[in-house]
């Protein structure tokens, strides 16, 4: 399988946005669903949200509303549109292959980028 990459992180202040984008080799066998985690410094990795091949959607509370995630199976590209931005949301962004769908998609991760970096500064 070709590798994950991530881009469009970067530095931005409080309320603003960004788009972290993801090319993936599209669902190759055992892959039910795409999506991002992150890890802020010093923590713990969380599930930010993930779509299906039935482009169902599942977010985290902490970024519903505010973060959108979306694929083109053409391009085979992962996007994160991210509003409303928060000090709370600085964190390295890694895109991500799961064996699973939904609100399971943290527990079976198969494949992850190296990640891009999001700051947020208040």
Do not use: H
Not at 17 to 23: A, V
Not at 34 to 51: D, M, S, T, Y
Not at 95 to 115: E, T, V
Request: hydrophobic letters at 30%; glycine letters at 10%; charged letters at 20%.
């Amino acid at each position: 399988q070709a590798p994950l990459e991530e881009s469009g992180g970067g530095s931005v202040e409080t309320g603003g946005s960004l788009t972290l984008s993801c090319i993936f080799s599209g669902y190759t066998e055992g892959t039910y669903s795409i999506g991002w985690f992150r890890q802020a410094p010093g923590k713990e990795r969380e599930p930010v949200a993930n779509i299906d091949n039935f482009d169902k959607t599942t977010y985290a509370d902490s970024v519903k509303g505010r973060f959108t995630i979306s694929q083109d199976n053409a391009s085979k590209t992962l996007y994160l549109q991210m509003n409303n931005l928060a000090p709370e949301d600085t964190a390295t962004y890694y895109c991500a292959k799961s064996r699973l769908r939904g609100i399971l998609f943290f527990q079976a991760l198969d494949k992850w980028g190296p990640g891009t970096l999001v700051t947020v500064s208040s």
